[in-house]
């Protein structure tokens, strides 16, 4: 399996000599980008049964496929990993249910009497807005507990401890415990998701970044705000984006808990302006959603993940909860085409088509193979802007390809 990996990496390294990357950079280098998460993903498709036909063949495919067939295909292998992920979950939190459609059933018909959460005695509320989702029981476990058993599923989890990088801004580190395979989904991006259109209501905004590190940005202009999301939390609940993206910040970069305003700005009701999917349902003991503490790696050090947009389709509401994310603003609805058992988004118009909404987030994948260390992400910070003192490029062209 080594070996074969080895071949992959050596593709992967021709990438940058091409000669069309003179042409446009940054759409040559998004190209780039999807070509190796098409590597990896497929590669970590093929399982330990592959043969050195196999690798051969995807490395063929690679070279002739077109930009939109791969992006297919690496949707695809994505959405099989996070249905693997969704089903070790539903074992964990959901024991007592056949399936997840069956608590999402349950769900939809106990929303007419919803019970009081915690929450509603705080504030004093007789009962939930009427337009508040039901959450639905699950398991009395922690946080903890549910890594705990997501190693057992799964073969690997994540941890947050003291990073090891040898500077003082590192903090808490993000680190793989167990193994996890080259092309393995290792994280969620988490948090509030802004389309362009949105931008004005970034925190901060205009300048969004000046307190808040855990901002990312696809190549489609999505950015996702993982500040509000922080380290998840204990039980599953209704997590807010209109809310959280109104909440004050204190200087410690939390939310003030104890304020007047926080308590009010949760109990008010949800703005129908922005969309129905404003307040959602989220399990925030994803034990994988913390991608946004993963660090820049030292230098003499190589990145062992890459980010990989992924287009969740919203209408498969029995894994919603798993999705660490909530889209500021109204959904989006795409032309959609079914390949496999993922609808993926097409150019073209058939009567096979349908507009469906979708999530744009971002996940994490494993360049190589992981076991019990800390992981690291190529920030590609621009380099058109003062970049931090601790910031060395892992490959300066890239990054101006990047942003160029």
């Known amino acids: 399996m080594a070996l074969l990996f080895q071949k992959f990496q050596e593709v992967v390294r021709t990438l940058a000599k091409n000669p069309r990357f003179a042409r446009d950079p940054r759409q040559i280098q998004f190209e780039a980008d999807v070509n190796r998460l098409f ?28 930009l939109v067939d791969q992006q297919k295909q690496v949707q695809e292998n994505i959405h099989s990993q996070i249905k693997t992920f969704c089903s070790s979950m539903d074992d964990i939190l959901l024991p007592n249910y056949k399936s997840a459609h069956d608590l999402v059933t349950s769900s939809r018909e106990s929303q007419g009497v919803p019970r009081r959460s915690g929450l509603s005695f ?169 991608g946004h503490f993963a660090n820049h790696p030292a230098k003499g050090t190589e990145p062992n993940v890459m980010v990989c947009p992924y287009d969740f389709p919203l209408t498969e509401a029995e894994k919603r909860a798993y999705i660490p994310n909530v889209l ?42 992981l076991c019990n260390e800390e992981v690291f992400l190529n920030y590609r910070l621009s380099n058109s802007k003062r970049r931090p003192s601790w910031y060395t490029p892992v490959d300066e062209e890239e990054d101006r390809r990047r942003w160029s």
């Open 328 to 369: 500021f603003g109204t959904e989006e609805k795409v032309r959609m085409k079914r390949f496999g058992s993922f609808w993926f988004k097409s150019g073209g118009s058939s009567d096979a088509e349908v507009d469906i909404p979708v999530m744009k987030t971002l996940v994490l994948v494993a360049t190589r193979k």
């Open 122 to 290: 705080a504030i004093g509320r007789s009962s939930p807005p009427t337009n508040q989702p039901a959450i639905p029981e699950t398991q009395p476990l922690t946080r903890m507990e549910v890594s705990h058993s997501l190693m057992d599923h799964f073969g690997y989890t994540l941890d947050l401890k003291p990073s090891q990088i040898p500077h003082k801004e590192a903090g808490q580190g993000l680190f793989v415990s167990g193994e996890a395979n080259v092309g393995a989904v290792i994280a969620f991006y988490p948090g509030v998701i802004y389309s362009p259109a949105y931008y004005r209501n970034i925190p901060g905004y205009p300048r969004v970044d000046a307190n808040n590190p855990y901002l990312i940005t696809r190549y489609d202009g999505m950015v996702i705000n993982a500040q509000p999301w922080g380290t998840g939390g204990e039980t599953r609940q209704v997590w807010d984006s209109v809310l959280l993206a109104e909440l004050k910040h204190n200087p410690s970069g939390g939310f003030d808990k104890s304020s007047d305003r926080f308590w009010r700005l949760l109990s008010k009701p949800l703005d129908s302006r922005h969309g129905e999917n404003g307040a959602e349902v989220l399990e925030r003991r994803n034990p994988l959603a913390f």
């Open 39 to 66: 590597l990896y993903t497929s590669y970590n498709r093929l399982g330990k049964n592959a043969d050195e036909a196999d690798a051969e063949e995807i490395i063929d495919m690679a070279s002739k496929a077109s």
